[in-house]
């Protein structure tokens, strides 16, 4: 028979003493407010995951991968989706302080990918578009993108050099076409507070975007010509290009603001010995702004800064750079008499610039008011139209005058040797303007410098060198020199009341008139007569002391005119001088007429004529004083003829005859034979 199976008793689990478990929680309770004092519940139950609409537990029963699972207790229990929370004790033994701290901590954010390396090629293509839009969009309506300005110089702001390069150019092109025809005054205070229209808020933004962008491209390219990047094979240096933006804007706009920077570009580049491209071309600039400046403020602070320049590097400068006075276009219309510190009108005794005192008018408050209220507004037109008076023209012209002069007559006291050539071809050009009461001292510093190249030609030859203070060989032709003072002394007669200055002043040209007499022989030999500085002299290849083709080019001084042209000045002003052609005395024509047909032996054919032609004028004018020199049977004095005579009296021109005659009728130079034919014309139509 089966048998039934045995019941067991349940048993109660032993319980645990009550002691053992109040420790425990309470240890549990102590840990548990420890750690939640650095819980941050806010975010952790931001962090918790939102609970959605009630789920239907049949469903949650029937889907696969959801099986119960047993408890603790004996019960069954259905995963939930929601991940269960554990309780406190569970979470203190496990480590959850750890996972809220890495749940708390932030999360760093991800480095930023590198943006992908563009080759060079790329980069200058790049922006060559940006330029180019730029560009194009300030061109058609620059008013409408005053921060291009602004833009157009970033663009320059990288390492490449072919970058930077066509940043500048391209600015150049830019503010060439958007500057306006008037120079932009800053705001004051009352016109930034006050209120205005839309259109003139606008029209000011525009101006102050361009001037403010227009000084900074001035200051980058003075960086880049003080530069020493050397030439790359791929174009000019950088140093070449911003003085060629700099040469353009100079003459392009030099009514705008910021004139004095761009000239001081120029001027520093002056201011070197090195003869280079870049020095041309900042000199040919500054010529062509002296001859075609009308108003005269920008050749008036060109003129400042050059003076200053040559004045701090003790004229340690090259020739070329002080015949940039020979340009001057307002000194060629100038009508005034100055010196080195003031300029006189002609037949007025007040210096220019200084208004005469008017008689006292007495005017009531009212008319004093209106008065100055009309000059105000008669002010600002002149400003709005841009447009230079009569007296401040002749205000600029005197301050340049005497800045010239204050250059000219400082390097004719210091004798600087490289330099004297161009002082005295200045000084014979504006003799005309320099004021009567300087003549005296003027004359005497001419006197001893003739005296000095007499010295000079005596020990080395007529063409003696001289090293300067950096070593370079200076070659000064003595001849030139002499020829330079006696057409500047002679120059200054010439005018309005010349004769009467001399008779005023006692000035004795006499020295001039003599050393020129002398030097007559001596130039007739001179290989150099019709050839100027300019001209090129081809350095004997026999003589192994001189350099190359550029050290004779280097040592050629810059003077305007040749030998020739200046003897002939120097012939004319003692023969035919303009204040009193009948004065001057037979015996010194004579001696002339005699020394030239000689010297007409010996020149080149050029030289030749225009010594005939200076005869024929002589003989048109003074005929009947010196017609006896072509007849051989008359005979004026005793003695015989001295053509080596230290003076022209002491010559006794009238005891020989012109035999010259001739032999230039045999001249090779059919021109030369025919401008003896129509001297002796000249001869035979004087009345007897």
């Not at 952790?44 to 991968?65: L, N, Q, T, Y």
């Not at 950088?238 to 910021?258: D, K, M, Q």
């Not at 020739?319 to 940039?324: K, R, Y």
Request: net charge neutral.
């Amino acid at each position: 028979m089966a048998t039934r199976p045995l019941k067991r008793r349940k048993v109660t689990p032993p319980r645990d003493d009550g002691q053992d478990a109040a420790e425990r929680e309470a240890k549990i309770q102590k840990a548990f407010l420890k750690n939640a004092a650095s819980w941050d519940l806010e975010e952790a139950w931001e962090s918790r995951p939102r609970k959605g609409k009630k789920k239907d537990k049949k469903k949650d029963e029937e889907r696969p991968g959801r099986l119960p699972i047993r408890t603790e207790q004996g019960t069954w229990q259905v995963q939930d989706d929601v991940e269960s929370i554990p309780s406190d004790a569970e979470w203190l033994d496990s480590d959850g302080e750890l996972a809220v701290e890495q749940q708390l901590e932030p999360v760093a954010p991800a480095p930023a990918p590198e943006p992908p390396k563009i080759s060079e090629k790329e980069q200058i293509r790049q922006a060559q578009e940006e330029l180019a839009k730029i560009a194009t969009q300030l061109n058609e309506n620059p008013e409408e993108y005053p921060g291009h300005f602004k833009a157009l110089a970033r663009i320059g702001e990288t390492p490449i050099l072919a970058i930077q390069k066509l940043c500048i150019v391209t600015q150049m092109a830019v503010y060439k076409d958007v500057i306006p025809g008037y120079r932009i005054r800053p705001l004051g205070e009352d016109a930034v507070n006050e209120k205005v229209s839309k259109e003139v808020k606008r029209l000011r933004t525009y101006e102050q975007a361009l001037v403010a962008g227009y000084h900074g491209y001035l200051k980058t390219l003075a960086t880049y010509a003080a530069s020493s990047i050397p030439e790359d094979r791929k174009g000019e240096p950088i140093s070449s290009i911003a003085f060629t933006c700099a040469c353009e804007l100079v003459n392009a706009v030099p009514h705008f603001n910021f004139r004095g920077d761009l000239l001081r570009i120029l001027v520093k580049k002056l201011s070197t010995r090195k003869i280079d491209r870049d020095f041309v071309k900042c000199r040919e600039a500054l010529e062509k702004l002296f001859q075609d400046d009308e108003e005269g403020n920008a050749s008036q602070e060109a003129v400042s800064l050059l003076s200053k320049m040559m004045k701090a590097r003790e004229y340690r400068v090259d020739e070329s750079v002080l015949n940039l006075f020979l340009h001057l276009r307002l000194l060629s219309e100038f009508v005034g008499k100055g010196s080195r510190d003031t300029v006189i009108r002609p037949g007025d005794d007040r210096p220019i610039g200084k208004k005469p005192k008017k008689k006292w008018e007495f005017r009531t408050k009212k008319q004093r008011k209106l008065l100055k209220a009309e000059k105000e507004a008669q002010k600002v037109m002149e400003q709005a139209d841009a447009t230079v008076s009569h007296e401040e023209r002749e205000r600029i012209q005197s301050e340049i005058l005497k800045m010239v002069f204050a250059t000219y007559f400082r390097i004719l006291k210091a004798r600087v040797p490289h330099l004297m050539g161009a002082v005295l071809e200045g000084l014979a050009k504006y003799a005309h303007l320099i004021n009567q009461d300087f003549f005296g001292d003027l004359l005497e510093a001419l006197k001893d410098l003739i005296r000095d190249t007499d010295r000079l030609e005596e020990e080395d030859g007529p063409d003696s060198s001289q090293d300067d203070d950096q070593g370079v060989s200076v070659v000064r032709d003595t001849s030139r020199e002499s020829l330079l003072c006696t057409v500047t002394a002679f120059a200054l007669l010439e005018g309005q009341d010349a004769h009467n200055a001399r008779s005023d002043l006692h000035l004795d040209l006499s020295f001039f008139i003599t050393n020129l007499y002398r030097s007559l022989l001596s130039l007739s030999l001179n290989p150099d007569l019709e050839l100027g500085a300019q001209s090129l002299h081809l350095s004997d290849p026999n003589d192994t002391s001189s350099g190359s083709t550029e050290n004779s080019r280097r040592n050629n001084k810059i003077n305007l005119q040749t030998t020739t042209v200046l003897l002939l000045r120097c012939l004319t002003s003692v023969l035919l001088p303009p204040w009193n052609i009948r004065s001057v005395p037979p015996i010194r024509l004579a001696a002339f007429c005699k020394q030239l047909m000689t010297l007409a032996l010996q020149v080149p054919e050029k030289s030749s004529q225009a010594i005939l032609g200076l005869l024929q004028d002589v003989v048109h004018t003074h005929g009947r004083k010196v017609a006896a020199l072509w007849n051989t049977e008359e005979r004026k004095g005793d003695g015989t003829y001295k053509p080596l005579s230290e003076t022209v009296e002491g010559s006794n021109p009238f005891t020989t005859t012109i035999w010259e005659g001739e032999l230039l009728r045999k001249h090779y130079c059919p021109k030369v034979r025919e401008g003896l034919k129509a001297m002796e014309k000249e001869l035979r139509s004087i009345p007897s």
